[in-house]
């Protein structure tokens, strides 16, 4: 079993700022792929930001400059430093990665951490 446990979310006001974390534990040989995605009440999940193994990242337009993805391949986890948060932010944010067990790679999903933006 995988699991990818999530931490951080919570309620900021709108220029506030917070960190997510999402750790993977379990029976993994490597992770590829990791990222943040979120999803606002009545509409889907949508990217937010991805960062590869090595380390490069792609952002959703409306966050570049404000948030920042990382991650320590050592502890199997990844960051999302979220700044100038926006009442727009506000959003369920998930945790994916792309983790090979045995021979093939599958997806993987935190079970979401809810991040609200007060105006």
């Known amino acids: 079993q995988v699991h990818l446990v999530e931490s951080g979310g919570g309620l900021v006001q709108a220029g506030g700022s917070l960190r997510l974390s999402c750790a993977a534990s379990g029976r993994l040989f490597a992770i590829a792929d990791m990222g943040w995605y979120r999803q606002a009440p009545g509409k889907q999940r949508d990217l937010v930001a991805t960062?590869?193994?090595?380390?490069?990242?792609n952002y959703e337009d409306s966050v570049k400059g404000r948030f920042t993805i990382s991650r320590d391949n050592a502890k199997n986890t990844v960051y999302l430093e979220m700044n100038s948060l926006k009442p727009e932010d506000t959003a369920v944010y998930y945790c994916?990665?792309?983790?090979?067990?045995?021979?093939?790679?599958?997806?993987?999903w935190g079970q979401g951490t809810q991040v609200t933006v007060s105006s």
């Open positions: 994916y990665a792309k983790i090979r067990r045995s021979i093939a790679y599958y997806d993987y």
């Open positions: 960062i590869t193994k090595e380390g490069t990242t």
